[in-house]
């Protein structure tokens, strides 16, 4: 007997209606794996400096929005003493006393008058204790001579994204 060869069925078919054999072990290597996660972990760690980074940006923007906000209510006030509507010390030179002054308001005309609703808090120190400087204190100094509140600043040490100081600002 003559052991005839049957012709494979998929020899025959054109390349496009071929079907593709499917082998047990398709899926992922080791290797492939080992590389998906090593992109992975270094896409992560290229990410949270870029985080950290956006943090410290928006505590600066509240930093300065705050700093304006209280500078806008000393100079408010300053302006109100300036046209009599507020009685002050004589060496005050029309500045308030505290910050406190400007949060509990004072009394022009028989209105209650309030200069800013609350004191912010310093995004940096994470506290209402900022730093004031005096009309009479030497402009280098650290110390608040009590006098008047001239300006504030935060008591933070740190230093900005643009290399400044923030207790300069």
Sequence with gaps: MIA??????LSFAAPSQRIAST??????TLIELIITVAIV???????????RFQVKRIKERELRRDLWEMRDAIDHYKDAAERGGIMTKADSYNYPPDLETLVN?????GKKVKFLRRIPVDPMTGTTDWGLRSNQDDPGSDSFGGQNVFDVHTKSQGTALDGTKYSTW
């Excluded at 005839?4 to 069925?9: C, G, L, Q, S, T």
């Excluded at 082998?23 to 992922?28: C, M, T, V």
Aim: overall charge neutral; cysteine-free.
């Design 4 to 9: 005839r060869n049957k012709p494979d069925i």
């Design 41 to 51: 972990s270094l896409l992560a760690t290229a990410a949270i400096p870029i985080a």
């Design 105 to 109: 308001g004072v009394d022009i005309q």
């Design 23 to 28: 082998s047990p072990q398709a899926g992922l």
